[in-house]
T-cell receptor, first 116, second 121 residues
């Protein structure tokens, strides 16, 4: 069964506008972490933001924020004030703390295109 | 931040040969490393968990005799693609767990290598 679901294969956003990338997850482990990574065309994985399952507040890191809705099992990434350099693949990922052996599982990814 | 280095960053080989990819944690010790495979325009698929001093744990469907993993030291894990065929052509990425960082469920931070692009002719 899919543990991480990203339903948007591709997204377009105008430069300087905000964009939301969707991510839903499935786990029965009460202890888990959710991550977003950016992968530019060069291939390296760049960590963006983390949300723990016990965190009360939504995570924020600069222009990145994570809209964590635990009951709905969603962890959407919001990028504010998009820049041309934000064009890349974005992966949502999950690490299950108790049952997953601390492995990180990735979603299918969303390709973001920022238009000038 | 911590650095993980992969080598080679790209390799082209003939069908039937074996290729070794190295993953090194440069400034921390990593008892656990993970190997991923990524086909073009697809996600990262976990292949195996590499444990220092013991056998790797392979994900379902990954041939352990095909993809040999050795984690002989706390800073080095190697993935050897044996008798490579064109269908093995892919982007291979390793990640290493730095236990010094406790942000992520207290399980340490994960750092990725730059990836190794394998093309088998």
């Amino acid at each position: 069964a899919q543990k991480i679901t990203q339903t948007q294969p591709g997204m377009f956003v105008q430069e300087k506008e905000a964009v939301t990338l969707d991510c839903t997850y499935d786990t029965s482990d009460p202890s888990y972490g959710l991550f977003w990574y950016k992968q530019p065309s060069s291939g390296e994985m760049i960590f963006l933001i983390y949300q723990g399952s016990y965190d009360q507040q939504n995570a924020t890191e600069g222009r990145y924020s994570l809209n964590f809705q635990k009951a709905r099992k969603s962890a959407n990434l919001v990028i504010s004030a998009s820049q041309l350099g934000d064009s890349a693949m974005y992966f949502c990922a999950m690490r299950e703390g108790l049952t997953g052996g601390f492995k990180t599982i990735f979603g299918a990814g969303t390709r973001l295109f920022v238009k000038a | 931040g911590a650095v993980v280095s992969q080598h080679p960053s790209w390799v082209i080989c003939k069908s039937g040969t074996s290729v070794k990819i190295e993953c090194r944690s440069l400034d921390f010790q990593a008892t656990t490393m993970f190997w991923y495979r990524q086909f073009p325009k697809q996600s990262l698929m976990l292949m195996a968990t590499s444990n220092e001093g013991s056998k790797a744990t392979y994900e379902q469907g990954v041939e352990k005799d095909k993809f040999l993993i050795n984690h002989a030291s706390l800073t080095l894990s190697t993935l050897t693609v044996t008798s490579a065929h064109p269908e093995d052509s892919s982007f291979y990425i390793c990640s290493a767990r730095d236990l010094r960082g406790g942000r992520f469920l207290g399980t340490g931070e994960l750092f990725f290598g730059e990836g190794s692009r394998l093309t088998v002719l």
